[in-house]
């Protein structure tokens, strides 16, 4: 699946981590300036296919998933729920 990375979902996905734009030059090679100035942008903004790749495969391996658009929007979240939350969801 192609998810095309929108300046909110970036900077959902650097929320989640917690992360500064400077981790996740880190963890893609993109530019501090190039992720600066995309997350400053409106939602129709676009990155180059490369950016837009190495962004999307950072999250990926940093534990996050894209939720296609499905009629519903298009989202972020872990791709794996986090074990105090799972062992606390049947318990009474």
Not at 11 to 22: K, M, Y
Not at 67 to 87: H, M, W, Y
């Amino acid at each position: 699946m192609s998810i095309r990375l929108t300046p909110r979902l970036c900077r959902a996905g650097r929320s989640f981590l917690a992360w500064e734009q400077a981790d996740l030059h880190e963890a893609s090679g993109v530019s501090k300036s190039t992720i600066g100035a995309f997350e400053r942008r409106d939602e129709t903004a676009s990155l180059t296919t490369m950016n837009n790749r190495a962004l999307v495969e950072a999250f990926e391996r940093a534990g996050l998933e894209f939720i296609p658009e499905n009629g519903g929007g298009a989202g972020i979240r872990f791709r794996e729920r986090k074990a105090s939350v799972a062992s606390n969801s049947g318990t009474s």
